[in-house]
């Protein structure tokens, strides 16, 4: 299973992003998705996460309200809508695949099976 981000960029406070992420070579088995993200000297942290139907979406305190996760299907691209974007969003994002708990919207960083390499999302005052 190979996953890749697109989308990041330079932006300023209070600008909107949109990030996606796509999975290739993924097995027949249904999935759950997540986003985390790690600033420079930060551990890598939870941003939000869908299970595989999309019934269930988690968001970190930091971000609710403001980002808004989705996908099309079980097996269509995630995608992360950043809105109202902070100094303090600025990190890498990476988008992560779980495939032993589809039900469920994951929060764990350590219960992720598959991993992109991460675009960086930089926000300007």
């Known amino acids: 299973v190979q996953l890749a981000e697109s989308g990041g960029g330079l932006v300023k406070a209070g600008d909107f992003l949109r990030l996606s992420c796509a999975a290739s070579?993924?097995?027949?088995?249904?999935?759950?998705m997540g986003w985390f993200r790690q600033a420079p000297g930060k551990e890598r942290e939870f941003v939000g996460a869908?299970?595989?139907?999309?019934?269930?979406?988690v968001y970190s305190d930091s971000v609710k309200d403001r980002f808004t996760i989705a996908r099309a299907n079980a097996k269509g691209p995630m995608v992360l809508q950043m809105s109202s974007l902070k100094p303090e969003d600025t990190a890498v994002y990476y988008c992560?695949?779980?495939?032993?708990?589809?039900?469920?919207?994951?929060?764990?960083?350590?219960?992720?099976?598959?991993w992109g390499q991460g675009t960086q999302v930089t926000v300007s005052s």
């Open positions: 992560a695949m779980d495939i032993h708990q589809p039900w469920m919207a994951v929060t764990d960083v350590k219960d992720y099976d598959y």
């Open positions: 070579d993924t097995t027949s088995r249904p999935y759950s």
């Open positions: 869908i299970n595989w139907s999309g019934s269930s979406i």
